[in-house]
């Protein structure tokens, strides 16, 4: 499929896509890298809507085009929410499943059910689409648009939320598939471009800055200029937290999970966990995808509905008690993609930071003057002052996550729990919040538990790791503790 971008550019309040020229061509597979600022769903849904569209400054060639993003897969929960079922049935909707996900964009038995065991679905070929981990809708969402038979695949962060194993087996995938399917892959980590890219194309907010073979990409000074800034960044960051900080006391234990449990019908998430986090300390949680390691945060959140029937303290307290879900959820502030994808209010940028303060998806509240005034702060520093007033669904992605963690830190929470904190974030963005996440621990501003897949992502100021290992048959995984001195 061939591509002519010529004096192309579109702007709106939370979006600028400007390329002056760019020549895709037939059987080219590119790859995009942006420095700051993110155009992979944007791009996706350019070249989805315009494909066989004439224009003067956007000419593509016949052929259909498909993307996976993270804002395709918002607009599928959003699609299965509408027709949830719960109210008229017996048991809870899950949602459509894999196979009829999948089935519905071929019609075709024998190729659907290829897809699902070329991307490791087989076992989770009947469950509903929102019982799913990430990484598993990532799988997922790749099934479906390999169903649809595109000559061109756009493929924004294929590896986010996967873990070691079906990262490295995704890589192998791709590059069989790039000998019959044309694909254009963004990255935001630069080890994660392509060997079997021909191109690549380097944004910077939204403009197309330079092209080169994949062979001058390996060597590019701009990695080395990125991490410089995104340090000045962080100090500028920290900055703002530290002209905030307070302290909370709680007696110990911060959080203790005894012979835990989550079972469901027909599945066992995972058994006899047994888990103490003290104060002071800091965690990470590691396992594969579809382990529970999502489950478990849920159950110290009180999102979960099985956080009552195991024998949880938090905060000192026996859950169950007496306290309150908001009681709790003062002290702790969140960064989840499930928490991404229920933020579907249409708040303003503004008012995604404020909400952090009462813990709410969107506002209901009137804040303080105080309180307005460190959310501009925030804005300010994250470089999204325009912004202020723009609705959240509006946002590119990155855009969108950046605020929910500044959501989660502007109450300065005694618990700060990080599912996965880095999706959808530019390179500038990831590195920005991570330098931030090691102050933040250095100095015990708030405790840290952290969810992250890779190992280039390990802060050095965690020293305390549970890790899900498989457990006996049909008891899904078991926890194992581990400190590093």
């Known amino acids: 499929m061939n591509i002519q971008f010529e004096q192309f550019k579109t702007v709106t309040t939370a979006f600028t896509l400007d390329i002056n020229s760019w020549c895709i061509k037939d059987r080219q597979s590119w790859g995009i890298f942006c420095t700051e600022g993110d155009i992979g769903s944007r791009l996706g849904d350019l070249l989805c809507s315009k494909a066989g569209g004439p224009s003067p400054h956007l000419q593509i060639s016949s052929g259909h085009i498909a993307q996976v993003s993270l804002a395709e897969q918002q607009r599928l929960l959003e699609s299965e929410l509408a027709d949830d079922d719960t109210d008229f049935m017996d048991r809870l909707d899950t949602g459509s499943s894999v196979y009829e996900l999948i089935y519905q964009q071929c019609h075709d038995e024998s190729l659907a059910l290829t897809l699902i065991n070329d991307l490791d679905l087989s076992h989770l070929r009947e469950s509903g689409f929102r019982v799913l981990s990430t990484g598993e809708t990532r799988r997922l969402m790749l099934a479906r648009a390999l169903a649809s038979k595109p000559a061109l695949l756009v493929l924004d962060e294929p590896y986010a939320g996967l873990d070691t194993q079906h990262r490295q087996t995704l890589a192998g995938y791709l590059q069989q598939l790039a000998n019959s399917v044309q694909m254009i892959v963004i990255i935001s980590r630069e080890e994660e471009m392509p060997d079997w890219i021909d191109n690549v194309a380097i944004f910077d907010q939204g403009k197309l800055e330079d092209t080169m073979p994949k062979r001058d990409w390996d060597n590019h000074p701009v990695i080395a200029q990125l991490k410089s800034l995104s340090q000045q960044r962080s100090q500028e960051m920290m900055a703002l937290i530290q002209r905030h900080k307070h302290s909370s006391d709680f007696s110990d234990p911060v959080f203790q999970l005894t012979n835990g449990k989550v079972a469901y019908t ?25 382990c529970g390691k999502s489950t478990l945060l849920g159950l110290i959140f009180g999102d979960h509905p099985q956080c009552y029937s195991n024998n949880i303290q938090i905060f000192g307290k026996k859950r169950g008690s007496g306290e309150t879900i908001w ?33 709410s998806i969107g506002l209901y509240q009137n804040p303080s003057k105080r309180e307005v005034s460190i959310a501009r702060e925030w804005l300010e520093i994250l470089h999204m002052t325009d912004l202020s007033d723009t609705s959240f669904r509006e946002l590119e992605y990155g855009q969108q996550r950046l605020l929910l963690i500044a959501r989660a830190i502007v109450k300065q929470p005694a618990f700060l729990i990080l599912d996965e904190p880095y999706q959808g974030l530019d390179f500038l963005g990831r590195k920005l919040v991570m330098n931030t996440l090691e102050l933040i621990a250095e100095e015990n501003l708030s405790q840290l538990l952290y969810v992250s897949h890779y190992q280039d992502d390990a802060l050095k100021s965690i020293k305390n790791y549970l890790d899900f290992v498989p457990a006996k048959e049909h008891e899904g995984y078991k926890a194992v503790i581990s400190q590093q001195s």
């Not at 966990?273 to 396992?287: M, S």
């Not at 933020?343 to 930071?353: F, G, K, N, P, T």
Request: glycine share 8%.
């Open 266 to 290: 027909d599945k066992t998430i995972f058994t006899e966990v047994n888990w103490r986090i003290n104060k002071g300390e800091h965690w990470q949680v590691r396992g594969p995808n579809g």
């Open 327 to 359: 009681e709790i959820k003062k002290h702790i502030g969140l960064v989840s993609s499930a928490l991404h994808l229920q933020y579907r209010v249409s708040c303003s940028a503004l008012e995604v930071i404020l909400s952090g303060f009462y813990d």
